[in-house]
């Protein structure tokens, strides 16, 4: 019993796992930490290209 506890002690393939994860899953969150920054400046981006379309097409133009 004495030799398991010191075997798994020892075993670092848990570890390994545990890194992984967590850096997959820090991966993850600053993906969608980008994806939502660049999603809110497209999105204000085509708000602002669609006011000057309508500004210049008020005088009947288009």
């Known amino acids: ?4 506890i010191k075997n798994f ?3 670092e393939d848990g ?3 545990v ?3 967590v850096l997959t899953a ?3 969150v600053l993906g969608l ?3 939502s920054a660049v999603s809110q400046g ?9 006011k ?3 500004a210049q097409c008020s005088g009947g133009n288009c």
């Not at 019993?1 to 398991?4: E, K, P």
């Open 19 to 21: 890194d992984f994860v």
């Open 52 to 54: 000057d379309l309508k």
């Open 33 to 35: 930490a980008v994806g």
């Open 15 to 17: 570890a390994v796992t």
């Open 1 to 4: 019993m004495l030799n398991f």
């Open 26 to 28: 820090a991966i993850v």
């Open 42 to 50: 497209a999105t204000d981006l085509a708000n602002d290209i669609e």
């Open 9 to 11: 002690r020892n075993d």
